[in-house]
């Protein structure tokens, strides 16, 4: 056998993965069909939420908490800074899915939070314009990980521990029996493993064709805009991470300057495209529906629009993630379907998919993410 563990995919999750099993002691083959750490997936931007009280599902709770202290691990491991404590802001109606969301995740797990109302919100953060009957929950040890650095991070402790990581190899096919599996790479390489670990990111339909798994990915872009006035109020110091739901059809979500503008998005854009053939041209009404966002929450944020970055989303029918084995095949493991709120979690999800591949079970809670449901 070649490898014990071949990995399709080394952006967030298959580079995490490759980390921790080579950590393990694995002979591990990790292929990627882009260069290192690109921008072609999901997994760019300079910058990516983390946070705590889970307005999506009290579930995703334990695996943040263990994510947070993985890491903080990688971050000394590798003399990077990985991850930028700014607080976390979630503001909306008193009655919207973010903050009952939120609210229940941080009093079902006892985290530590604050309750703002409007006045209390434009008090604390002068650049905000909340509407009067907004509220928010707010986090202190919510923030921003930088994910180039992170894939970066992990692929290095990788190939530190022993890792053979190929670049620009392309996987035409697998294969999987009691007796192992074998991957056909576009170069007509064949290469063998005990196993195999899936993380292909928009590309996890064609990877596991044969599952016909309901998937659909999402195009969103994020924008960068140089504050209009009052820069001080947009610091890392003055200005947290936020999320804001006005129209639950167009969740804003958004950064503070940090050097090179502020970065904001709309978590979803309902527009569904083949990852093959994405269009990464970015037109004015797509940066002028953002603007006009940012212009009634941050006004003075909404200067001159700097620059603009395409990502894909993989979306789930119900948005949670999918993580586990192969329903046919005992020695293939499948992590995808992030759904644009899965990078965070890259750090454990590394380590529960190298759990379930040593040890055959991982001591995380997966039960929501079960292949099965979907």
Request: hydrophobic fraction near 45%.
């Amino acid at each position: 056998m070649d490898y014990d563990v071949i990995i399709l995919g080394l952006g967030g999750m298959g580079s995490a993965a490759a980390a921790h099993l080579a950590a393990g002691k694995k002979r591990v083959l990790g292929l990627e069909q882009f260069t290192p750490v690109h921008d072609r997936g999901s997994s760019h931007g300079q910058t990516r939420i983390i946070r705590k009280a889970y307005w999506e599902d009290p579930s995703y709770v334990p695996l943040l908490l263990r994510a947070y202290d993985l890491w903080d691990d990688l971050e000394r491991r590798s003399g990077r800074e990985l991850y930028l404590r700014t607080g976390g802001l979630m503001v909306g109606a008193p009655s919207s899915a973010l903050i009952t969301g939120s609210r229940r995740s941080a009093l079902e797990h006892g985290l530590a939070h604050e309750m703002l109302d409007a006045r209390e919100i434009r008090a604390r953060y002068p650049a905000a314009r909340p509407h009067p009957d907004e509220i928010a929950l707010f986090e202190e040890p919510a923030g921003i990980l930088f994910p180039e650095a992170c894939v970066r991070a992990h692929l290095d402790w990788a190939a530190s521990a022993g890792a053979t990581l190929q670049f620009e190899s392309k996987v035409d096919g697998w294969e999987a029996s009691d007796g192992g599996v074998a991957v056909t790479t576009a170069s007509g390489e064949r290469v063998r493993a005990s196993e195999l670990v899936i993380c292909a990111g928009a590309w996890l339909a064609q990877a596991a064709s044969d599952l016909h798994l309901p998937l659909r990915v999402e195009r969103n872009i994020a924008h960068w805009f140089a504050p209009a006035a009052h820069p001080e109020l947009f610091s890392a110091e003055r200005l947290p991470i936020y999320i804001l739901e006005r129209d639950p059809q167009a969740v804003l979500y958004g950064f503070p300057d940090l050097g090179h503008g502020m970065k904001a998005a709309f978590h979803h854009s309902h527009v569904y495209v083949s990852p093959d053939a994405i269009d990464r041209t970015v037109g004015e009404v797509e940066v002028q529906r953002v603007r006009d966002a940012l212009a009634d929450w941050l006004p003075d944020g909404n200067g001159r629009h700097l620059e603009s970055s395409v990502c894909m989303y993989t979306l789930t029918p119900d948005e949670h993630f999918l993580i586990g084995r192969h329903p046919a095949h005992a020695n293939v493991f499948i992590a995808g379907g992030f759904s644009g709120h899965g990078f965070k979690f890259c750090s454990v999800v590394g380590e529960a998919l190298a759990e379930l591949v040593t040890d055959g079970a991982t001591r995380h809670p997966l039960d929501l993410f079960n292949l099965a449901r979907v």
